[in-house]
């Protein structure tokens, strides 16, 4: 019997785990719609206000497009793995936003006003630091996990927040609501907006390890699993606390998203549908209650449930009413299902909230329900995407930040396009990136960011094995 020894090298394999593709170019094509759309609109209102193309049409087109620039080109390099559908939706909100707020800027009406300051170029100042926030978050922020270091910093911080609108000769009373604090040279700001993300990070950090034991059931009630009596504590904090800044910030709108967030991130945590249940009676209970007794929330309660009535003591001069929900309504009822056209409305008549609380009662208005209905789509799927980047999170905090910033950025559009359609009361919140803000812009501009930077690690492929240099010798005897 002969033998023939044959020699090969047997070399370990070099492809790595199958990942999803980098789709930079996929949004930079987006991006490109994105900034478009708006300049088209931006120039329909000119034409419709003046009977000509505006003079400031291309630097408005280079500015968006410089922002969306620097935001693209961020990504593809500090998260080139992330969702590519994020950052052109932002993107596409905030541009249709400074348009609204440039036409409304251009009333005669509200030119004519003794306060009246244009608002459009600020809102471009704030897009533009908003931009720098979400390029210094994908530049700083390396790891989304290593936010869980900072549970209860987070939560110190977070109280720190929303106290500092209490704080004498730094809180601004407006308009009834003690959510801003004055900055020299800088105007007001409103750490609600901040809070929120932070908040996040804090109920992100704590259910994760928490979560096992808030799962736990006691007995069955009615077809729900009631938890333990020793972990409602969590929750009942949580709900005193938010009664808290109701009582001395009057401010229906950070009291529900601080709540409900925590709700969300709960019932994601747990799986117990008992939790939402508590939550939705001790929210209104808590909303009923402090409505008995607190002047600001009863007249925004009343100016839901009676605009007209509201409208007509407001006529009269009735102190403590307000004619801004039923101007709303007649907006959107003038809209109809196609609007008036860009620049050919009149919800200026509202006043000074018209680019702020009631910006979506101008879209409401010149672009109609079909319009209206195109953005929420948009903002529909900014939160669809947030809970895609969950489900694909590799890690229980990446999940839970998530879904908890992705329910808190739907809860403020839920909570002001309620409001302003008379389906909730008025919150006094500002619709994300559409309407006039600084806080607002600037926050929502962060959480798009964060969410980015945990969808990058999601969606990167796994890292190949490292070729071995020893190779394994085999040998092949044949008979």
């Known amino acids: 019997m002969s033998s023939t020894t044959n020699p090969s090298t047997q070399h370990t394999s070099t492809i790595g785990a199958i990942g999803a593709p980098s789709r930079r170019n996929t949004e930079l094509a987006l991006l490109v719609f994105a900034v478009v759309i708006p300049v088209f609109a931006y120039a329909n209102v000119g034409l419709a206000l003046n009977d000509e193309v505006p003079a400031g049409l291309l630097s408005y087109g280079l500015g968006l497009g410089l922002l969306a620039g620097v935001g693209h080109l961020a990504v593809r390099k500090f998260a080139p793995y992330a969702d590519p559908l994020l950052l052109p939706l932002a993107t596409l909100l905030n541009g249709i936003g400074l348009v609204a707020i440039w036409r409304l800027d251009q009333s005669k009406r509200l030119q004519a006003s003794s306060v009246f300051v244009e608002a459009a170029p600020r809102q471009l100042l704030y897009s533009a630091l908003g931009v720098a926030l979400f390029v210094a978050v994908l530049f700083f922020l390396k790891d989304h996990r290593v936010l869980q270091r ?96 109701l009582v001395f910030e009057t401010d229906l709108g950070t009291s529900l998203l601080f709540f ?35 002047p600001h929330v009863q007249q925004r309660v009343q100016a839901w449930l009676d605009p007209m009535r509201e409208f007509e ?106 409001g302003v359609m008379s389906l909730i009361p008025l919150t006094g919140m500002t619709m994300p990136f559409l309407a006039y803000g600084g806080s607002s812009v600037i926050a929502n501009w962060a959480l798009i960011g964060i969410l980015l930077r945990i969808s990058d690690t999601a969606r990167r492929p796994a890292p190949a094995p490292a070729t071995n240099p020893d190779a394994e010798m085999t040998q092949v005897v044949r008979p």
Not at 343 to 367: K, P, R, Y
């Open 260 to 294: 409900g967030m925590f709700v969300i991130m709960l019932y994601v945590a747990t799986e117990r549908t008992s939790w939402i249940v508590f939550g939705l009676l001790m929210s209104a209970a808590g909303a009923v209650g402090v409505a008995s007794f607190e």
């Open 150 to 245: 900072y549970t209860y910093i987070s939560m110190a911080g977070a109280l720190v927040l929303l106290l500092l609108p209490l704080v004498p000769g730094l809180g601004h009373d407006n308009f009834g609501a003690k959510i801003w604090i004055k900055i020299p040279g800088l105007g007001t700001l409103q750490p609600g907006e901040f809070a929120k993300i932070v908040l996040a990070v804090f109920f992100a950090g704590y259910l994760m390890v928490k979560r096992d034991a808030l799962a736990l059931a006691s007995r069955r009630f009615m077809g729900l699993y009631l938890p333990r009596g020793r972990d409602l504590g969590p929750i009942i904090v949580v709900w005193i606390i938010s009664i808290l800044i």
């Open 313 to 418: 003591l407001s006529r009269e001069g009735v102190i403590g009413h307000t004619e801004q929900s039923m101007q709303a309504l007649w907006a959107f009822g003038s809209g109809g299902t196609l609007g008036s056209g860009w620049g050919q409305g009149h919800s200026d008549l509202i006043g000074f909230a018209a680019n702020s609380d009631f910006i979506l009662a101008t879209f409401g208005e010149e672009i109609g329900l079909a319009g209206v209905m195109a953005l929420l789509l948009l903002y529909a799927l900014i939160v669809e995407r947030g809970v895609r980047t969950s489900l694909a999170a590799r890690d229980p905090f990446g999940k839970l930040l998530a879904i908890g910033l992705s329910g808190a950025f739907a809860l403020q559009v839920f909570v002001v396009a309620g």
